[in-house]
């Protein structure tokens, strides 16, 4: 014998809390249970999210045939959409499934509770947007008044609809703990004695470490170990949503505006089904210094961490997990990301590696993303050949650049740095000891890095202040472009060029910013 269809009860709450501190979810399965059903399916969930879980089964159950009936208290338990609504008693009417509505005496046997049913939902429906429609117009009243939005981002509360920095205490970190802390815990002295950093200093050192890093996995990896902090199961806890940070997350909390001194509006919207999600950044409408006084970060550091983010793209895993403390963070070629571009169809050219047939030696090239696929720039170009062509390039234009005005100026002797002098005068000495030690050797060789850096025209430059005219007037030597670290050539050339455009494996021509 067939198994008999069952009667099902769906009950419903928004909130954890509705469900544990009050008595609507009891009363709500108590009703449905004297009106005849004999399961109830349970969520604890926002009546416009359609993903619910047990709404899910309940849907399962009917499309397998194993239901008579559904019950609920109100039509909003169900759903707060016309759509969704009209989605189940569709559904209930495909399956031969009688579906009543208590409260609004709505009963899919007969004619007028199917009107009934429609006609209520679009009630419900129209009471979302209602809602949905005041929320706008008040956040529309906070733009218009630079007033700080609901959420703020770590290191920040609002206070008088204003962000202010968070001043309090957060944790302690156990190499700090005084030793008296079993005392603090036993409540016989005041806990405010604790060495506490608070929110803001944390989010401060977050930053620090970001910049330090060169990585925003790396600099992850330092936060938990600093602060002893695990990975949180739960996605929304408050201030610890620090716990939760990935790279995406670190990335955007650094390039929040917030952090500037700004408030930054329209940067979710609401879709046709209740879901939010993010817009682009463009379309943001940012309020500049709504806070300054409570600026977390400056707007050259903000530079920095770009920098760091849009080079990350160019880096190896190898080069980018490398230990900090050794030269070369960046690899090799890594400042030509985001730079070269198709010949062919303009678009940004990809990197890629070939291997040689024994092996041993790798060869890295930049190749047309749409090679094959509508894109007849089927050749790529040897990263090595796209230095040379610039390096030549950069030479040609140092020739060519006239920084100094027309009317002679008298040259001044450049004063002596202190530094190079007392470098100069340890080398000497060094060099006058006859006898062979590695040690010693190994300082001489030290010394000499540390005066070739300090004769090095780039060595004192402050490039996020200086032209592309000024850096490459500069750099009118070929040995100086060949002596650069892969660091120094991350944080230069991207300042001085505009694009490189390769077809056929060869450099077709290399645009500068010398108009900055």
């Not at 499309?63 to 109100?74: F, H, P, Q, S, Y």
């Not at 569709?90 to 009934?116: A, H, P, W, Y």
């Not at 944790?171 to 806990?191: H, T």
Request: glycine share 6%; charged share 25%; proline share 4%.
């Amino acid at each position: 014998m067939p198994e008999p269809l069952i009667i099902l009860g769906y009950a419903r709450v928004s909130t954890r809390e509705q469900a544990q501190n009050s008595h609507a979810l009891e009363q709500q399965e108590a009703r449905l249970k004297e009106a005849g059903a004999t399961k109830i399916f349970t969520d604890v969930k926002s009546g416009r999210k359609n993903d619910r879980a047990q709404l899910k089964k309940l849907t399962e159950l009917i499309k397998a045939g194993k239901v008579k009936e559904i019950i609920a208290t109100r039509i909003d338990r169900i759903a707060r959409s016309t759509g969704k609504f009209a989605e189940i008693a569709q559904l209930c009417l495909e399956f031969g499934v009688n579906l009543r509505i208590l409260d609004q005496d709505i009963d899919l046997n007969t004619s007028q509770g199917k009107f009934m049913a429609n006609l209520l939902a679009s009630l419900a429906e129209l009471e979302t947007d209602q809602i949905s429609e005041r929320v706008r117009h008040g956040n529309n009243h906070r733009r218009k008044e630079g007033k700080a939005c609901g959420s703020y981002p770590f290191g920040y509360q609002v206070k008088g609809e204003q962000y202010v920095l968070d001043e309090r205490p957060f944790l302690c970190l156990l190499n700090e703990r005084p030793a008296n802390y079993l005392e603090l815990c036993s409540g016989e002295l005041e806990v405010s004695q604790l060495p506490s950093l608070t929110v803001k200093q944390i989010a401060r050192d977050c930053i620090d470490i970001s910049i330090q890093q060169k990585g925003l996995s790396r600099a992850i990896r330092i936060i938990y170990a600093k602060y002893g902090i695990t990975k949180s199961p739960t996605k929304k806890n408050g201030h610890d949503s620090i716990l939760n940070w990935t790279s995406s997350g670190l990335r955007k909390w650094l390039l929040n505006p917030v952090l500037q001194g700004h408030s930054a509006y329209n940067k979710k919207i609401t879709g046709a089904k209740g879901k939010t999600k993010e817009t682009d950044r463009s379309q943001w409408q940012i309020h500049e210094n709504t806070h300054p006084q409570h600026r977390l970060i400056t707007q050259e550091e903000v530079a920095e961490l770009q920098r760091i983010i849009e080079s990350k793209q160019g880096m190896s895993s190898q080069n980018f997990n490398k230990n900090l403390a050794l030269p070369d963070v960046y690899g090799d070629y890594a400042y030509q990301s985001g730079l070269v571009f198709c010949g062919a169809c303009y678009c940004k050219s990809i990197s890629k590696t070939r291997t040689s047939k024994d092996g041993l030696t790798k060869y890295h090239y930049y190749g047309c993303r749409h090679s094959g696929k509508g894109c007849n720039n089927s050749e790529s170009t040897r990263k090595s050949v796209i230095e040379q062509q610039l390096i030549k390039k950069l030479l040609e234009a140092a020739t060519t650049i006239q920084l100094e005005p027309e009317t002679p100026v008298p040259k001044k002797e450049p004063e002596p740095n202190p530094r190079l002098c007392s470098l100069q005068e340890k080398l000497e000495n060094l060099e006058k000891i006859s006898t062979f030690d590695p040690d010693i050797e190994a300082i001489k060789n030290k010394t000499l890095q540390e005066i070739e850096k300090l004769l090095n025209p780039f060595a004192t430059k402050d490039f996020e202040n200086q032209t592309a005219a000024d850096i490459i007037h500069a750099g009118n030597n070929l040995a100086i472009w060949h002596t650069l670290s892969n660091d120094e050539k991350v944080k230069i050339f991207p300042l001085l060029v505009e694009r490189i455009t390769v077809r056929s494996g060869v450099v077709e021509s290399i645009d500068l910013k010398l108009s900055n």
